[in-house]
């Protein structure tokens, strides 16, 4: 199917972090970019006088759909680079306690009743509050990887996944399974190899965790140092921090990363840098839980990549990457106490470019020909986004999911002025959560 979107703002990323506005149209022939075209614009959106005009790619000629955008934002979906989705069913369920308590005496015993049925449904509905917050992936650490990857491929969303293995559940087998099966079943889901985190994982598991690493030359990533004392048993049982630990039983020959990563080392920082990690902070939620405020002013001085997720929303609660962009640069400022430092285009290059790279989806990073047709509809023309000073500080300053249009995925708008096109009624999907929370004891 071929689309034309016109009269449109189209955001277009640099590769110095920075943004470029044009206004102009927008061409998708089945799930990719194929034509872009316009003229550049300030930041404020009004006209640049002599411009020269931007085109990329061949115009389509024969349309199934044209859209005009009235002169409102095109952009990059945004990527939410760690979440646990199908904990909706415990969303304001265990809140106002320490990570630790959380854990294992709330959530994981109502975990443990959970089947791969209640999953599939739990799962849809965390995909679509992320498709109101414009978000088109997510990096997912949860149970029955295979029922997950069917939810999003059934909903047409994009769904990279990674292991939650711990000495709870779970075994290297079953990890090396999900990994085929998933990466096997569609373009829109994948699979990176991972484990839920050193305190609740025994070494002889992490040593298997290591070795699919090694087969498969995959990445790895883990919940680590999200609190203090996590970090602190990890030095009591091994001599190491969590970072130090798997970095020397050879779990980042292939790049990966972090959650949280909050309570860090210098050796810490080094060891990301030297192996190109990804920081991915979840400020909401470690806020939530009072795990701390992670270090983003010296990742970016470091040069060691940031990508943004929200976390589950258990412990968020709430899937919206509007807030997770705002408290990013928000308590980098107050940590640093300099209102100048993790600028608003820097935090919004990390809630898209970095992110899809974090989550190897180098073909879904910004709005070029050729790249996936992962985009989504920004509207100017609501109080929180005028006067149009800056287009991007308002984004990441003022904008809210009440400014999310529409919310592309793969060349198909799965949300669109409120309404939900996934194939599943949404007071259904609403039910069927309620009746699995019900069920439990």
């Given amino acids: 199917m071929n689309t034309k979107f016109y009269n449109a703002l189209i955001l277009l990323t640099n590769d110095d972090k920075t943004f470029t506005t044009i206004k102009g149209e927008l061409h998708i022939s089945d799930n990719k970019i194929s034509y872009i075209s316009g003229t550049p614009v300030g930041v404020d959106g009004r006209d640049i006088s002599n411009a020269a005009t931007y085109e990329q790619g061949v115009p389509c000629t024969n349309f199934d759909v044209e859209r005009n955008l009235e002169g409102n934002l095109l952009m990059p979906g945004f990527k939410n680079a760690h979440t646990h989705t199908a904990m909706t069913f415990l969303r304001s369920f265990a809140d106002d306690l320490p990570l630790q308590s959380w854990l294992f005496d709330k959530v994981f015993p109502k975990e443990g009743q959970l089947t791969d049925e209640d999953v599939y449904w739990l799962d849809i509905l965390g995909i679509m509050e992320y498709l109101t917050s414009g978000i088109t992936s997510n990096f997912d650490m949860y149970f029955f990887p295979p029922k997950n990857a069917k939810a999003s491929i059934d909903c047409g969303f994009r769904t990279v996944q990674t292991s939650g293995l711990n000495n709870f559940g779970g075994t290297i087998e079953q990890l090396e399974e999900n990994y085929n099966i998933v990466n096997e079943m569609s373009d829109l889901s994948s699979f990176i190899i991972g484990f839920h985190a050193e ?103 470091m040069g060691i990549p940031v990508a943004i997720g929200t976390d589950g929303p258990a412990s968020n609660n709430c899937l919206d990457m509007f807030r997770e962009m705002f408290l990013t640069t928000a308590l980098a400022k107050v940590k640093e106490n300099d209102a100048a430092v993790v600028p608003a285009e820097e935090v919004l290059y990390m809630a898209t470019v970095n992110g899809a790279k974090c989550m190897g989806l180098a073909d879904c990073d910004r709005l070029s020909v050729g790249k996936k047709a992962d985009i989504i509809a920004i509207d100017l023309r609501q109080p929180n986004m005028q006067p149009v000073n800056n287009i991007v500080k308002n984004i990441v300053y003022s904008g809210s999911k009440q400014n999310v249009i529409f919310t592309m995925v793969n060349g198909k708008i799965l949300y669109d002025m409120g309404r939900f096109n996934i194939g599943f009624d949404s007071n259904e999907v609403y039910r069927r959560a309620n009746e699995i929370i019900r069920r439990m004891n």
């Fill in 199 to 301: 305190y609740t994982t025994s070494k002889e598991l992490m040593e298997g965790v290591a070795g699919l690493c090694e087969k498969y030359h995959s990445p790895m990533f883990m919940h680590n140092a999200e609190t203090a004392k996590e970090v602190e048993e990890c030095k009591e049982r091994w001599g190491k921090t969590p970072t130090e630990l798997t970095e020397e039983l050879g779990m980042y020959r292939y790049g990966g990363g972090g959650y949280h990563c909050v309570h860090m080392s210098d050796n810490d920082y080094d060891i990301f840098k030297k192996n190109k990690l990804y920081a991915v902070t979840n400020p909401a939620s470690n806020l939530k839980l009072a795990s701390g405020i992670a270090s983003i002013n010296r990742y970016l001085q």
